[in-house]
């Protein structure tokens, strides 16, 4: 659990950065489009990939909303 918490983290900070908003912003949007029970149930597939793929993937999720 404490990988998935971590890697949690890492998404917000690498989301963040990419998009250029701030925390609590990034925070909401988690919030409102379930991005953390979307990482939490793609932790296996996502934490080999790299950040832009990442990024790429909570877009395409947040997209299909």
Not at 31 to 37: A, L, V
Not at 40 to 52: E, I, N, Q, V
Request: glycine content about 6%.
């Amino acid at each position: 659990m404490e990988k998935i918490l971590k890697f949690m983290a890492y998404c917000v900070e690498i989301y963040r950065e990419n998009k250029g908003l701030s925390g609590k912003q990034i925070a909401a949007l988690f919030t409102q489009h379930k991005i953390w029970d979307f990482i939490y149930d793609c932790y296996d597939a996502l934490h080999c990939t790299g950040p832009l793929y990442t990024i790429g993937e909570i877009d395409d999720y947040i997209a299909a909303a």
